[in-house]
C-alpha cells in the first residue's frame, strides 16, 4: 500500500511554490516507517535537499534544509542556508525564518539553529514532541503555543529541482517576509484621520489594458486563493459595461477592508466609443451608482433614478490610477494619447491624485533580490517608463508597475508583493488627497 502525504493539495502546492515550483517526494512518515532519529535517517540520509514536515493539533511547522541531511553527532560548524515555516490561519500562506547555520542531529533529536537566535526548532521522534523557540513562535503567531508540544505526524520530503544556491534560499524566505509584511499592513489600514470609511481607486485605462484582471488580482490575494469576480476578456471592444464598485474582503468569510475598487469601461481612440468622456466627472464626484449601465454616446445626468446628486466625501474618489499595458506603450495612437490627455484633464479639474499602472509585466521575477523594491530598474527597461512620463506628465515615482493573475490556478508569493506595493501606493495617494483638503471639505 503506497505511503501518501497528510498535506491537503493546497498545502503541498505552497510549499512547493515557496521553493520554486519544485516537486517534493515522500520519504519518511512516522507512524509508518518508526518513531526514532535512527528510523528517520534510515530514509532520509544522502536524499538532497529535504523538508521536514511537523503536524502539530492546531497547525503545521517544519524545516527546510538545502543539501543533505545532517549525519548523526556530527556538528559540520558550518554557514548553511535553510529555513523554518510555519502555515499561517488560512493554511495557505507560509511564514519563515532563515536558518544561516547548519541543523544538529543526536539519537534523540534533530535541533535547527539560528546564529542570533540558538536552537528554534528542535524534534524528538522518540517522544513525538517538538521544542519552538521563542523567535520562530513570535514571528509564527505562535505565542501562546506550549513547548515542547506533542505532534500528530511528521513527514519528510526529498525536494527536487531546487536551485543548489544558498543566496536564493534567504531570497526565497525574503520575499515571503516581505509578502506577510504587507499583507499585515493593508489589512490594518485605516483612511487618513477617519475622514471616509474606504478609499475608492478608479481604474482607467483602454480595452485590454487590465483594470478588470487588476481587480481580481487584489480580491486573489486577501482571499488566498484565484476569484475572477470581474469579468476580463480580450475583444477589441470593452468587456466591461457596468460601473462596478468592489469591496475587498479579508478571506473568503472575513470583514470588508477600507478600500474599494472602481473599474469603468475601457477607453477606446474612436469617438463615441468606448467610455465616454463626459461619465468621468460624474465618477469622480462620487454621482455615479455602482452597477450603473454605460452609454459611449450618453453619458449619465442627474435624471437617472440612481444618480447620486449629493455624494459625500465618501462617495468621491480619491485615488485615479491609469492602467496601461507595458507591452503597448511604444504602440500607442496619437488618436488614443490624445484620448489619455483629455482624460487627464478632468482629473486635473478635479484635484484627485494620479497614478500609472502599467500591466503584464513579464519578467516580474527580477524582483527576487536582496533589494525587493528596487523594481522598476531590475524588471524592465527605462524606456517604457520614460513614455509613459511624457505622455502623461506624471512623476515617475508614480508610476507603478504589476503583473496581474491571468490564467494561474495558484497564487505567487513575487505577484503579491507587486500587487500589494502597488495598492498601498495608491491608497498612500489616497491619503495624501484627504490630508490636503481644505477644512471646509471635510465637513
Known amino acids: 500500500m503506497a505511503v501518501t502525504t497528510k498535506l491537503t493539495w493546497n498545502e503541498e502546492k505552497s510549499l512547493q511554490k515557496l521553493l520554486g515550483n519544485v516537486s517534493l517526494s515522500l520519504l519518511y512518515k512516522s507512524s509508518v516507517h518508526g518513531r526514532s532519529i535512527e528510523d528517520m535517517l534510515g530514509k532520509c540520509a544522502l536524499q538532497g535537499s529535504t523538508v521536514t514536515v511537523v503536524y502539530l493539533p492546531s497547525t503545521i511547522v517544519g524545516a527546510f534544509i538545502l543539501g543533505h541531511y545532517p549525519q548523526e553527532n556530527r556538528d559540520l560548524k558550518k554557514q548553511i542556508s535553510s529555513f523554518c515555516f510555519s502555515f499561517r490561519n488560512t493554511k495557505s500562506e507560509i511564514t519563515t525564518a532563515f536558518l544561516d547555520k547548519a541543523p544538529e542531529i543526536t539519537s534523540k533529536e534533530l535541533t535547527c539553529y539560528s546564529s542570533d537566535y540558538g536552537p528554534i526548532f528542535s524534534l524528538m521522534p522518540h517522544v513525538k514532541e517538538v521544542i519552538i523557540g521563542k523567535f520562530l513562535r513570535n514571528k509564527c503567531g505562535m505565542r501562546y503555543l506550549p513547548s515542547p508540544v506533542k505532534y500528530l505526524e511528521c513527514e519528510v520530503f526529498r525536494v527536487e529541482g531546487i536551485k ?40 482607467l485605462g483602454p480595452v485590454g489594458s487590465g483594470k478588470s484582471s487588476f481587480i481580481n488580482s487584489v480580491k486573489s490575494v486577501f482571499r488566498g486563493r484565484m476569484t475572477r469576480q470581474a469579468a476580463v476578456g480580450s475583444d477589441i471592444t470593452s468587456i466591461t459595461e457596468l460601473y462596478r464598485i468592489y469591496p475587498i474582503k479579508d478571506g473568503d468569510a472575513g470583514a470588508s477592508l477600507p478600500f474599494l475598487l472602481c473599474d469603468t469601461m475601457g477607453l477606446d481612440e474612436k469617438e463615441g ?171
Not at 175 to 203: G, Q
Not at 397 to 419: C, F
Open 164 to 203: 543548489d544556491d544558498g543566496g536564493y534560499i534567504r531570497r526565497i524566505t525574503g520575499a515571503t517576509e516581505r509578502r506577510h509584511t504587507l499583507l499585515a499592513e493593508l489589512r490594518s489600514y485605516k483612511p487618513y484621520a477617519d475622514l471616509v470609511s474606504e478609499i475608492h481607486i478608479l481604474l
Open 273 to 443: 466609443v468606448g467610455l465616454c468622456i463626459d461619465d468621468i466627472p460624474h465618477i469622480l464626484k462620487g454621482c455615479m451608482p455602482d452597477r450603473y449601465h454605460f452609454s459611449p454616446q450618453k453619458p449619465i445626468t442627474s435624471r437617472h433614478p440612481n444618480f447620486i446628486t449629493s455624494p459625500s466625501l465618501g462617495n468621491r474618489i480619491h485615488c485615479v490610477a491609469y492602467v496601461l499595458d507595458i507591452n503597448c506603450i511604444n504602440n500607442l495612437t496619437s488618436e488614443m494619447v490624445a484620448k489619455l490627455k483629455q482624460v487627464k484633464k478632468e482629473v486635473l479639474n478635479s484635484g484627485v491624485p494620479q497614478v500609472v499602472l502599467l500591466t503584464k509585466v513579464e519578467n516580474y521575477h527580477e524582483v527576487l533580490q536582496d533589494n525587493l523594491l528596487n523594481m522598476k530598474k531590475s524588471m524592465t527597461s527605462q524606456s517604457q517608463i520614460m513614455e509613459v512620463q511624457k505622455i502623461l506628465n506624471i512623476p515617475i515615482s508614480n508610476i507603478l508597475m504589476v503583473d496581474n493573475y491571468a490564467s494561474e490556478w495558484e497564487p505567487d508569493p513575487l505577484k503579491d508583493i507587486l500587487i500589494l506595493s502597488v495598492l498601498r501606493q495608491m491608497l498612500q495617494a489616497g491619503d495624501d488627497y484627504l490630508e490636503d483638503l481644505p477644512l471646509e471639505k471635510t465637513d
